[in-house]
């Protein structure tokens, strides 16, 4: 492919919207397997559109027709050619909405600005031009024929996410259905592996879908356990949104106006799933049910009246919500918000143009971000001329020039192999992620430091990536360099639905000593999922143990950081160990490592301590508070004799302190013998819970010395271009 230059969007962005790189583009008519380049440029000035592309076919002219969008009901002729460049003088106005056929011998190429853009993994739907079945038909057919729902999807690297333009009018997206959404009757959109739903309006009334569906495919159907890698945002969803989903799915910005559950209907056994994220939505008509989840992180929403129980089963959190459920064991209401900034996300503004919303920092907010008319506070970017729009090919060097050119980075689904970190150094720069845009390390061993560094600068703002390690490193992502002190209060930084995933789909061996540090102050963070995989496509067992090493999931050495929404499993030692002052947590879910051999492997604190703690406070931290807080026994990959013997640990101060703790066991023969510091009780005899320890009589844990990353293990600063 050839690359894109940062100069070439400079001297356009004010002359004409285009992209003049070539890329190769497969025949969607007849999936032509031979790679044909395209071009296409827009002349503001005299509006005209030129079009050109490398030789196909082996004989007689290309026939040009064009649509106001790629499944635009009617495409009308323009012309035809022998030569490979072509100019329509009379485009339609809005020069996005100019789709161009160029068939020759059966050979089909579509040719549009936004493909150009974009790419060939984000795909738009316009009702202005087509039938209100045709996003679904289409998204559906992908769904199918990339394996997008069964098992195999979850190893896939196809990457895709499918933007809806503003309804025109009265107009919606929705055929019309009935039923649940998982029935044929309802129409709805099923979503898969690796997919992304995103409303191009200002607010999420401006797309109406009808019904969106996420299929289980374990158990018969109804197992949601490794529903994974999704998300939808800024939509209105007017009749069933039945997202039974787990980790790593991302509901953001909705509107929700019809039934709205959060466990299959599907199947007829094994009615679970291991819990989501969802915020800044409005539910209008009915209470949702999470039924059978087995917890759930949901922040601002809002919900019609009412404060009776929505189902789930360990840890439940509604934070900042209107009219949420009553605090019971497993229900921890939380009367607000204390920090947050919403997720950056792409529109098209008033002018026609793509622009991508940041929205304001809210302290102590309740309910939702936006209004019916108003998309909330924040500032507006035009796309080409502040953005980098990177495309699967994408190397670290272009898009680390582009960061230094003082580009943002808007990633389109893909996925992008690295040979040197992603290196966030200046203020405010923004990495944005569409299609769970995957940020890789491929086996070359040229990148032994991570996918993503980012210095201790203000405002910076990483979202909707995933960090994947084909090799060994030191991190996946880290914020703010060893011993950062830099104050960021006033303009926090803020890491968003992140998700890094150590093994499960490499075939060679690969050691990383923490997926995730935070060594930055004042660090918002909103929604994590870091998992060491318990499963891949690989075998597992005692072979996962030695082939996919990582010690934490996540270190904080940082003071003042929040985080909301925090998933963390089967890392191999202490999963989260928390160094820095006044931290808080609000939900964390924890699962220990299936896979330890024997308590030998798998001991703490020199050996005198049974595995390790999901979540380790230091005995040196002063202050403290997290709430919500979850993790289960699986001991399945183990000789019989492995357990845990706490859930949590911390130190006995009288500002440290940690609320509604559940543990509990799900399979295999081990336990959790206690719940925090040596009290509790045992998973042997069930779930136990506790509802507040705050220097309390438990033991506190024996001091020790954390050997963390330090700045003679990988060179301080990569150089750009190196």
Not at 225 to 234: A, D, G, I, K, L
Request: with cysteine; net charge neutral; proline share 4%.
């Amino acid at each position: 492919m050839i690359k894109k230059v940062i100069s070439v969007f400079t001297v356009f962005s004010f002359l004409m919207i285009l992209c003049s790189f070539a890329s190769p583009y497969s025949s969607v008519e007849n999936k032509q397997e031979n790679k044909i380049e395209r071009k296409i440029v827009y002349d503001k000035k005299k509006r005209n559109i030129i079009l050109s592309w490398s030789e196909f076919g082996s004989s007689g002219n290309y026939v040009i027709t064009r649509g106001g969008s790629r499944l635009a009901s009617d495409f009308i002729s323009v012309g035809s050619t022998y030569k490979l460049t072509f100019t329509d003088n009379k485009p339609n106005a809005d020069k996005y909405e100019n789709y161009y056929k160029v068939t020759r011998n059966d050979i089909v190429i579509i040719i549009s600005i936004e493909n150009q853009i974009f790419g060939d993994n984000m795909y738009f739907y316009d009702r202005k031009y087509e039938k209100a079945e045709t996003a679904r038909n289409d998204i559906n057919s992908q769904f199918g024929a990339i394996g997008l729902g069964g098992a195999n999807g979850e190893w896939t690297t196809k990457r895709q996410a499918y933007y809806f333009k503003p309804n025109v009018k009265s107009q919606t997206y929705d055929a019309g259905g009935s039923g649940s959404a998982s029935s044929k009757e309802a129409n709805s959109i099923e979503l898969g592996f690796y997919s992304h739903i995103g409303g191009l309006g200002k607010v999420p009334s401006d797309v109406k879908l009808g019904s969106i569906f996420t299929r289980p495919h374990l158990s018969g159907g109804a197992n949601a356990t490794c529903t994974f890698w999704r998300s939808v945002e800024n939509v209105e969803v007017l009749r069933d949104f039945a997202w039974t989903v787990s980790q790593s799915t991302s509901a953001r910005r909705l509107l929700i106006d019809g039934t709205s559950k959060y466990i299959s209907d599907i199947g007829d056994t094994n009615f679970w799933g291991s819990g989501g994220f969802i915020a800044d939505t409005h539910y209008t008509s009915d209470r949702p049910n999470w039924k059978g989840q087995q917890q759930w992180y949901t922040r601002n929403a809002v919900f019609p009246s009412g404060s009776g129980a929505m189902g789930g089963s360990y840890n439940m959190v509604w934070q900042g919500c209107v009219n949420p459920p009553q605090a019971d064991d497993a229900n921890s209401p939380i009367a607000a918000t204390p920090i947050v900034r919403e997720k950056p996300f792409l529109f098209i503004d008033n002018d026609g143009e793509y622009k991508v919303f940041i929205p304001s920092w809210q302290k102590d907010r309740v309910g939702v971000s936006w209004t019916s008319k108003n998309m909330g506070d924040g500032k507006i970017q035009d796309l080409l001329a502040n953005w980098y729009v990177t495309k699967e090919g994408d190397t670290d060097v272009e898009i680390n020039t582009a960061l230094k050119a003082g580009k943002n980075i808007f990633f389109t689904p893909g996925h992008y192999s690295l040979n040197a970190p992603i290196q966030v150094n200046r203020k405010d720069a923004i990495l944005l992620g569409a299609g769970i845009a995957s940020v890789t390390l491929e086996p070359t061993e040229k990148n032994t430091w991570g996918c993503i560094y980012a210095d201790d600068k203000d405002g910076i703002i990483i979202a909707g990536l995933l960090m994947d390690s084909f090799n060994s490193t030191i991190y996946q992502i880290r914020i703010g360099n060893e011993g950062a002190k830099a104050d960021h209060s006033v303009d926090p930084i803020l890491l968003t639905d992140i998700t890094c995933r150590v093994g499960g789909v490499q075939s060679k061996n690969i050691q990383i000593q923490a997926s995730m540090q935070i060594n930055s102050n004042n660090v918002v963070g909103d929604h994590f999922w870091l998992w060491r995989a318990d499963h891949g496509s690989q075998k597992g067992g005692d072979a996962r143990w030695v082939r996919d090493r990582c010690k934490n999931g996540l270190i904080v050495t940082g003071n003042d950081v929040t985080l909301y929404g925090l998933f963390v499993e089967h890392f191999q030692e202490y999963e989260v160990i928390w160094l820095g002052e006044r931290g808080r947590t609000y939900f964390f879910q924890n699962e220990p490592p299936y896979d330890a051999p024997n308590q030998a492997s798998w001991s703490s604190q020199n050996g005198k301590v049974d595995g390790y703690a999901a979540f380790k406070v230091a005995n040196t931290v002063k202050e403290h508070h997290s709430i919500g807080m979850g993790s289960y026994a699986v001991f399945t990959g183990t000789d019989g004799n492995v357990n845990k013997k706490n859930g949590f640990e911390i130190p006995n101060s009288p500002n440290v302190q940690l609320e509604k703790m559940c543990i509990t066991r799900f399979a295999g023969p081990g336990n959790i013998q206690n719940v925090i510091n040596n009290t509790g009780g045992s998973t042997a005899t069930g779930a136990k819970r506790v509802k507040l320890y705050n220097n309390d009589k438990g033991t506190q844990p024996f001091d020790e010395q954390f050997v963390l990353p330090n700045s003679e293990s990988f060179p301080a600063y990569i150089e750009m271009g190196k």
